[in-house]
């Protein structure tokens, strides 16, 4: 059934962000090989990865700190580093943590790009008269800054950005806010991200249907409880059976 809107995530959605982080922390660790000591820049960035993971993935902690990136890295680092301690290792000062944060966060910046398919799949569906809508999470000047670079904002009817409007992904008035600006009912809708919490299992509830996108095609967590009504790789993989 060809949908009358679309809500896209944005972030490794339309525009490739924040995959493989943890060859992008040791590339950053590499860049400071020589401030680390006697720490290697696999240890520092297996360390700094790991205390990643678990920081972002409480809840409450990552509402908070999503709009505040910059300075979330360098807790992160920081953190990574207290760990490092607690095992016997020298740590090199707060302020070589806090440039190799900073400099994590300018890494992800440069190599930020748009999926080679965004464009053209965007347009096509505008073409077939079907409603678009960006609803991301962050804070609302880096993510309006990252749609305007990628040449977005005018491909959709309704940009909604959570640091913008003081609600986000997966709160129900996110879908719920996006559905009225779009004059959509949640059947005729769907979503379309990488989270499968934010794009799939929260707007599966008020009954949009959810695909999920996998671009490096590593299939949903074992024993996962979530499942998308459609997984795609590549965003071009929408226009199958719309067109």
């Known amino acids: 059934m060809r949908p009358r809107a679309i809500l896209f995530d944005l972030d490794d959605?339309?525009?490739?962000?924040y995959g493989r982080p943890r060859e992008a922390w040791l590339d950053v660790a590499r860049e400071?090989?020589?401030?680390?000591?006697?720490?290697?820049?696999?240890?520092?960035?297996?360390?700094?990865?790991?205390?990643?993971?678990?920081?972002?993935?409480?809840?409450?902690r990552h509402r908070y700190w999503r709009q505040r990136i910059d300075e979330a890295r360098r807790q992160v680092v920081a953190g990574a580093f207290a760990r490092l301690t607690a095992q016997g290792l020298s740590?090199?000062?707060a302020d070589v943590g806090h440039r190799l944060a900073d400099r994590f966060t300018a890494y992800r910046d440069e190599r930020m790009a748009l999926y080679p398919d965004a464009h053209d799949v965007v347009d096509r569906l505008r073409g077939l008269g079907v409603r678009l809508a960006v609803v991301t999470n962050?804070?609302?000047p880096a993510q309006r800054a990252k749609l305007e670079r990628f040449a977005l904002t005018h491909r959709f009817d309704h940009v909604q950005i959570e640091g913008e409007h003081g609600f986000g992904k997966p709160e129900e008035?996110?879908?719920?806010?996006?559905?009225?600006?779009?004059?959509?009912?949640?059947?005729?809708?769907?979503?379309v991200g990488d989270n499968l919490e934010w794009e799939v299992a929260a707007p599966q509830r008020l009954g949009i249907h959810a695909v999920w996108v996998d671009p490096e095609n590593k299939g949903l967590p074992k024993g996962s409880p979530i499942v998308p009504d459609r997984t795609i790789k590549a965003l071009a993989e929408l226009l199958l059976g719309v067109e």
Do not use: C, K
């Open 13 to 17: 959605t339309l525009i490739s962000a």
């Open 32 to 60: 400071f090989a020589a401030d680390l000591g006697d720490l290697t820049p696999e240890v520092v960035a297996e360390a700094a990865q790991d205390f990643a993971v678990q920081f972002w993935s409480d809840a409450e």
């Open 91 to 93: 740590v090199p000062g």
């Open 138 to 140: 962050g804070p609302g």
């Open 173 to 191: 008035r996110a879908y719920r806010h996006a559905l009225a600006a779009m004059g959509a009912a949640p059947e005729h809708t769907w979503m």
